[in-house]
């Protein structure tokens, strides 16, 4: 069996105001040639179709536009396409029964009383198990491995099982994720990414040959020890901070318990995020210098990480955008890190010495690495503040 692997489209997403409707269909007209020159059995779209769980209706014609060419650039194949945690499920599976005309099947939520509807078989090539996005609360204890039991009684042929989900998995790279959070007091793998936990592979359960993971941005393997746990990654960058490769995955399995064979294929981004300077930060006036010299013709968007000693001038944006007025770049933030003077080692106190340190002393300090001068006026409105807080306390 061969799929295509691919998730995580955001479509309708704009970027600093920008509207990407033309790079966006320029990666669905890519995703119509690879299909052509790979002819896989089945595409998988793994979750994250749209940025938003209320696409507009332009935005949602240009996606079922796109799976028509999709399925006309090979009949024969099978798609699947599941809801991530930016979709709404119950779009999903509105259409889900004239898709299957098309032999399109579309999974926005789970119904543990239909679960044959999450297992879609390709006819003397394989199963998939299709698992779209759910929240953690609502997910049935034990499913995956349900899911993919049922499989295992139907597949006396031994074909290949393919199972997809939409989720955060221990151990995955989340660079260039923004809403990443620290999970209580877990190991260093526990984090919550995009507001959704994360997953052991154990509680995956067994019996796949493929896991097919939309949600995490940067194409990756997740150690399995079989290499057969992926992560495809976005086909464009959703954030400047992916600043690596963007492609689909293309993966085939001879058997049930074969090991999966997995080739990339890049996409370039028709209109690349650049950062300008490539490494590390620039004065301003360096910054406004490399913005000057970016070439006329080269679509791209810009941002601008600049270092400053107090405060960017008022019209630092006004003039960045009358620089790209004759470029084809567009121009989208200036990125300020504040210059760091005569910084500290960091001080590094277990919870209780924190607890008993003098909290004006710790205020102090990090005022001092703002660069902010902590003076008495500062220090009495900090002891009131102190003594306002200490009296709601004892009123509790």
């Excluded at 898709?99 to 044959?116: E, F, L, N, R």
């Excluded at 929240?135 to 499913?143: A, K, T, V």
């Excluded at 499989?151 to 031994?158: G, L, P, R, S, Y």
């Excluded at 690349?272 to 968007?301: R, S």
Aim: net charge negative; with cysteine; hydrophobic share 35%.
């Amino acid at each position: 069996m061969k799929i295509l692997h691919t998730s995580d489209w955001h479509l309708g997403q704009t970027l600093y105001n920008y509207d990407r409707t033309e790079e966006q269909m320029a990666m669905m007209i890519e995703m119509v040639k690879i299909v052509k020159a790979h002819k896989p059995d089945v595409f998988l779209l793994c979750g994250d179709v749209y940025h938003s769980p209320q696409p507009s209706a332009t935005v949602q014609t240009m996606f079922t536009n796109a799976l028509v060419e999709i399925h006309n650039a090979n009949p024969e194949m099978t798609m699947v396409v599941t809801a991530g945690n930016h979709d709404s499920g119950t779009k999903h599976d509105i259409f889900r029964t004239p898709w299957k005309a098309m032999k399109v099947y579309t999974v926005g939520s789970i119904d543990a009383s239909q679960k044959d509807e999450m297992i879609v078989e390709i006819p003397g090539k394989g199963y998939v198990v299709a698992v779209p996005y759910v929240n953690e609360r609502n997910l049935p204890r034990g499913l995956f491995q349900e899911l993919l039991d049922i499989v295992e009684e139907k597949n006396a042929d031994n074909l290949p099982v393919v199972m997809t989900a939409h989720t955060t998995v221990r151990g995955c790279d989340f660079a260039g994720h923004e809403n990443v959070v620290r999970q209580g007091c877990g190991t260093a793998d526990d984090y919550t990414v995009g507001g959704i936990d994360s997953y052991d592979l154990d509680d995956m359960g067994t019996g796949y040959d493929y896991l097919a993971l939309g949600h995490i941005h940067h194409g990756q393997f997740i150690h399995s020890g079989r290499h057969n746990v992926r992560y495809c990654g976005t086909p464009i960058p959703v954030s400047f901070d992916e600043n690596y490769k963007h492609s689909v995955s293309i993966v085939e399995i001879a058997e049930h318990g074969g090991k999966p064979m997995v080739e990339e294929i890049e996409i370039k981004p028709y209109r690349p995020l650049v950062t300008l300077p490539t490494k590390g930060v620039a004065t301003w006036e360096y910054a406004k210098e490399l913005l000057e010299n970016y070439p006329n013709d080269i679509e791209a968007y810009i941002r601008l990480n600049v270092e400053v000693d107090d405060f960017l001038p008022v019209e630092a944006n006004a003039e960045a955008l009358m620089i790209c007025e004759e470029k084809r770049c567009r121009f989208c933030v200036i990125n300020s890190r504040r210059l760091k003077k005569n910084c500290r080692e960091a001080k590094v106190m277990s919870v209780e010495e924190f607890k008993t340190e003098d909290p004006i002393a710790i205020a102090e300090r990090y005022a001092e690495d703002l660069g902010i001068k902590f003076d008495n006026d500062m220090k009495h409105m900090f002891r009131e503040t102190l003594a306002a807080l200490s009296g709601d306390e004892e009123r509790m």
